[in-house]
């Protein structure tokens, strides 16, 4: 059953989206060569419980850390350990917080240093294809509406879309109903109406689509070793259409998505 969500509950989950965008942003602009990725979940951990909130992924399903931090072709649910970051390395954070009872989740990938053209090409057709995936989270339409868009933009510029993982409702727990792929015939699925809060996440390939994962039980990998790219935004849908509750500053680029940015989210 999917758990439709009040206006009062929708601002809780923006003010823990807050925590959580904010602590990413730190991140996304921290993160260098020479660091672990053990020393990132820290960072992480220490900049959610700062703000109020708890980092929701240390102890799900026995998850050691605050955050999954996965290198190159890692796709998701990289355990942060000792591993080195290195330049030319692209790096997935994924980060979640609990506040006030309220779940928000939100993952983006950033280069280390110098990174190449071919990866800096990958980053940013996922970060697109989210933005219009969230485009089109309006009342009326369906579901598969999204990962419509999500897997066109992708496809169109020759990756792959993940179809072993998928994007999900988020509220009181972080995986709720609705699952939301990111790929499929547009059309199918629920009618979206204002009150849903799902996360959105494409996790987008250089190669083929095909995961495996490795003996630690939690690490995704693509099967060919290629490069994989993952962002994802905590989305509410309202009267005014998307809401994203996980904004950050420096959230787009050239895509024209000011609607989707009113200037009062950014502001706090
Ligand atoms: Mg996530
Ligand atoms: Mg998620």
């Not at 009062?8 to 996304?28: C, F, Q, Y």
């Not at 992480?44 to 190159?72: D, L, Q």
């Not at 917080?97 to 928000?104: A, D, N, P």
Request: charged share 25%.
């Amino acid at each position: 059953m999917i758990e439709m969500k009040s206006a009062r509950e929708i601002e809780i989950m923006r003010r823990s989206g807050k925590i959580t965008s904010a602590v990413l942003a730190n991140l996304l602009r921290s993160v260098k060569a020479g660091m672990t990725l053990r020393e990132v979940d820290r960072m992480a951990e220490r900049g959610i419980r700062e703000r109020g909130g708890v980092p929701t992924f240390k102890g799900y399903h026995g998850f050691p850390a605050s955050i999954c931090a996965s290198v190159n072709e890692v796709v998701v649910h990289g355990i942060p350990g000792d591993r080195v970051l290195r330049d030319g390395d692209i790096l997935s954070i994924d980060i979640g917080t609990t506040f006030e009872g309220y779940v928000s989740d939100s993952a983006a990938t950033v280069g280390i240093g110098e990174i190449s053209p071919a990866a800096q090409r990958l980053m940013r057709v996922t970060q697109e294809a989210l933005m219009l995936g969230i485009a089109q989270m309006q009342a009326g339409h369906r579901l598969s509406d999204i990962g419509h868009a999500v897997q066109q933009h992708a496809e169109k510029h020759g990756y792959g879309v993940v179809r072993a993982l998928v994007g999900h409702g988020v509220g009181k727990q972080m995986h709720e109903e609705p699952q939301v792929p990111n790929w499929g015939e547009a059309g199918k699925g629920i009618v979206m109406r204002p009150g849903l809060v799902i996360a959105i996440e494409p996790m987008v390939t250089q190669g083929s689509y095909d995961v495996e994962t490795l003996k630690d039980g939690w690490t995704v990998v693509t099967a060919d070793g290629k490069l994989a790219a993952h962002f994802e935004h905590t989305v509410a849908l309202t009267d005014d259409g998307p809401r994203i509750l996980t904004l950050r500053e420096h959230d787009f680029m050239e895509l024209d998505v000011a609607k989707y940015r009113p200037k009062e989210e950014l502001a706090a």
